[in-house]
């Protein structure tokens, strides 16, 4: 007897990988007994406790063996290509690191980063008397599918006393633009300095006030960029420290959605993305990716047009 594919709406709609796993195999009539049997025929062994703890939601994928029996199983299923992959969460951290931890600029950027060119001497340990604990990041895109506005707030706590400025910095991607502005809100633009055929600015916010150590500011900001000759596909944001929470949101114009998001992690800015979780549109066309205990590395959100 040959049964046909799930209806993609059906399964895909479920909120998380365990219940999108778990409808799947449902919607199959399969037990977890037959799934593990046809696992071993492509030679993948994975046992029966594995398989109900993914389902439960106890467990998730993580190892490279794992990771394969997880694309077998979309084939398996009948599911399209990276429904699961696209709803795994970020592996749980293992030990403890300890909250100071960073990366240098280096190690962030990677060699010869046009970055480093924008801050000269200061590129390895920018910031470094002052880190951010919660940070919210909103980006608007237009009709068009360009890249419009990002704003910016940043709750921050200096590790030093006589901290009274941060630096930030914005990249744009192939195809955008260089911002047309920067306006700050909380705060006060002390400096500013761009790359532009590089594609990065960095610039230098005064806090309003000098921090002593431990004493907390807030900084809001916003870029202003111009119509691009090509859609945006991504927004990522680059963190050297660790940080307390952080929220970033993509608003689509009702005039043009994408038809797939995802959330991504990357180690360095060189590195591949990992860590992909599937993203869905709420009703005011905005997907949002939130994580709590940030690490240091790249975290981003890309979508594809239709």
């Known amino acids: 007897m040959t049964r046909s594919p799930a209806p993609r709406g059906e399964v895909v709609g479920a909120q998380g990988f365990s219940e999108t796993l778990r409808a799947a ?9 037959r799934l593990r049997s046809r696992l071993a025929d492509r030679g993948v062994d994975i046992s029966l406790a594995t398989l109900s703890y993914w389902q439960q939601g106890r467990s998730r994928p993580e190892r490279d063996k794992s990771l394969r029996a997880l694309r077998e ?5 009948d599911l399209p290509r990276d429904t699961l992959f696209d ?4 592996p749980r951290p293992r030990g403890r690191t300890p909250a100071s931890a960073g990366v240098t600029g280096s ?3 990677g060699a010869d980063s046009p970055f480093q060119r924008v801050l000269g001497g200061s590129f390895d340990d920018f910031n470094a008397g002052v880190v951010a604990l919660n940070v919210a990041s909103t980006c608007t895109l237009d009709a068009d599918g360009c890249l419009r506005r990002v704003e910016i707030t940043q709750v921050l706590r200096a590790v030093a006393d006589g901290q009274d400025r941060f630096l930030v910095a914005h990249g744009v991607d192939e195809g955008e633009v260089m911002p047309s502005d920067l306006v ?11 790359d532009h055929a590089n594609g990065y600015l960095a610039a230098e916010i005064h806090l309003g006030r ?3 150590r431990n004493e907390t500011a807030v900084v809001e900001y916003a870029t202003e960029l111009g119509p691009s000759p090509a859609p945006a596909r991504l927004h990522e944001h680059r963190f050297r420290t660790p940080v307390h929470g952080f929220l970033q949101r993509v608003r689509f114009h009702e005039a043009r959605l994408p038809v ?10 060189p590195a591949p993305p990992t860590r992909k979780r599937r993203l869905v549109p709420d009703g005011s066309h905005v997907v949002h990716a939130f994580q709590a205990k940030c690490g240091p590395g790249v975290h981003g959100i890309a979508w594809q047009w239709g």
């Open 73 to 77: 199983l979309e084939l398996i299923l």
């Open 25 to 33: 195999i449902t919607r199959r009539d399969l037990t977890l007994q």
């Open 107 to 109: 190690q962030l950027y």
């Open 184 to 194: 700050v809100r909380d705060g006060t633009l002390l400096d500013l300095v761009a």
């Open 87 to 90: 709803l795994l969460e970020p």
């Open 260 to 269: 797939r998001c995802h959330s991504y992690f990357r180690d360095a800015v």
């Open 210 to 212: 000098t921090l002593a």
